[in-house]
């Protein structure tokens, strides 16, 4: 017991300075972008794209800080109850947006509102931008991403499907783990968040993917009560 309430104080301790340093580091990191840009602006075209790299290298830093903040978060309440497509609806008009910019689509599947379940919003914000994130940065520009919303045996379900290149079965092996990343601005940190989310609401993350074809990724959310039994994690 005593542990416990020990653990729980630490990682509040740790929730804590991880809010403080990343807006420490976040205030000088800005000034530092803007006064990047201003003189981007001033330099001859040859070095133009120096800037670009710092400047994405920046972002990357800050996207580091900002994912490593929700990772260090203590367990947060689990403080409304919602149905999981009342959310993703929510998140709809910035989703077709980033869609739009690339000149991809995006379609909503599952008909019914469903049951609400126990959920910290915000977090499962998170969790459906960045799968729908990593679905469309996989995708060219022809690109349909498709999200679905559908009742299961115990529980909701949900589906983020892309017509992107896949990943192969040795990426496939590494993606979960935090840092891993084939991209060239990628943190590597959206999936481990995604998982520790969908953790933290019962449920459970499975990535599905044939290279050529797409990739699923599927989060089985658990009714409370209802037990976990047969899930099976294979990948196509
Ligand atoms: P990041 O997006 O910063 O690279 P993630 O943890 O979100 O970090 O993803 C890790 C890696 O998993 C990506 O770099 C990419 O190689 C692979 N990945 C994730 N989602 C997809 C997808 N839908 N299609 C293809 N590859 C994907
Ligand atoms: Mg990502």
Known sequence: MRLELE????????????????????????????????????TPAEYAHYYKIVLEELDRAGGIIDDFLSLARAKREMNERRTLRSVVEELWPLLQADANLRGQTIRLEG?????????????????????????????????????????????????????????????????????????????GLGLA?????????????????????GTEVRVDFVKSGKASEGRDGSRG
């Open 7 to 42: 653990d729980m104080n630490r990682l509040r301790l740790i929730g804590q300075m991880a809010a403080g340093v990343t807006h420490e580091v976040r205030n000088p990191m800005a000034v530092v972008r803007g006064y990047l840009q201003i003189l981007q602006r001033k």
């Open 111 to 187: 008909g019914e509102e469903g049951e609400a379940m126990p959920m910290h919003p915000g977090e499962i914000k998170q969790l459906v931008l960045n799968l729908a994130r990593n679905a469309l940065e996989a995708m060219g520009d022809k690109g349909e991403l498709v999200i679905a919303v559908e009742e299961s045996e115990d529980g909701v379900r949900l589906r983020v499907r892309d017509n992107g290149p896949g990943i192969s079965e040795e990426t496939l092996e590494r993606i979960k783990q935090p840092f891993f990343t084939t991209k060239k601005t990628g943190t």
């Open 193 to 213: 968040l995604c998982i520790g989310i969908a953790e933290r609401h019962g449920g459970t993350l499975t990535i599905d993917s044939a290279v050529g074809e």
